[in-house]
C-alpha cells in the first residue's frame, strides 16, 4: 500500500478490507452504466503489471472504445489473463449488454484470446493488430545486434503513407530474411492483412489505430505504482 499512497500510517487489516469492499462496490456498478451504441473504434489489450506477493504477473483487460461524435472514454476494465478466449468473451457481452454497438474496427494484440472472442460473439469488425506487438514478436527472431536495423524497417513499413509503398517495404524486408531469420519474414507475410486493417479509414486517424497505445500510454502511471508494491504485504 505504501507503493500506491505514499508514506502513511499504518492501516489497519477491517480498513483494508472495507477500502477493497468500496472499490470493488464502485466497479460493479461503473460496470452497470449504459453505453452509447455508435462506437466506431475499439482498443483492446491485456496489460501485465508488478503488483502483490504472487510469482505470476496479474493482468488487467482494458477497453476503449471510440465514438462517432470524436469522444474516447474507457469502457471496459477487468483482471484476467489475456489469452484467455472466455476472459474476454465475458468482458465484451458486458459492453454490448451495456448497449455498445458493433464498432468498425477493433485495435488489439494479434497473440491474444481477443479475436477468438470477437468471432465467437459475431462480429463483423475489421480487424488491426498491434503494430508495436508485432515487431516486438518479430524481433525476438533476430539476433540482437541486427535487431535495432530490423525494428528501423519494421517501423518504415507500419508507418508508410500507402499501402503499394508499404507492400515496396514488406518484400525488401522479407528478401533480406534470410537463414535464421526467414521465419521474421514468413511470420510478417502471414499477418499482413491483420496489420493492415487501419488503411480501410481516414488517413488522420492512421496514428492512432496502427498500434494500441491508446490503452497503454494513459496506464503507465499505473505501472510505475504497480512496480513500486511489488513484494510489498499491505
Sequence with gaps: VRGLLGDVEPLSTSFLACLGERWRAEHR???????????????ADGLRVKAGLEPEQAALLVVIAAFRDGSRRVVGVESGDPSSVGTW??????????????????????????WAAISALGWTSARQDCWNHAIDDLLQVFPRGRRPRAGD??????????????????DA??????????????????DWEHLMGFLAFPSDHWPHLRTTNVVESPLVAVRLRTSSTRGHQP
Design 29 to 43: 456498478a461503473w460496470k452497470d452504466l449504459p453505453l452509447p451504441s455508435d462506437v466506431v473504434y475499439l482498443w
Design 89 to 114: 468473451l465475458a468482458l465484451l457481452r458486458n459492453l454490448t449488454d451495456r448497449g455498445l454497438g458493433v464498432p468498425a474496427l477493433v485495435i488489439g494484440d494479434g497473440a491474444s484470446g481477443l
Design 153 to 170: 524497417r519494421l517501423r518504415a513499413i507500419s508507418n508508410a503513407s500507402d499501402r503499394a509503398t508499404a507492400e515496396k517495404l514488406r
Design 173 to 190: 524486408f522479407i528478401k533480406g530474411c534470410r537463414g535464421r531469420c526467414a521465419p521474421a519474414g514468413e511470420r510478417l507475410r502471414a
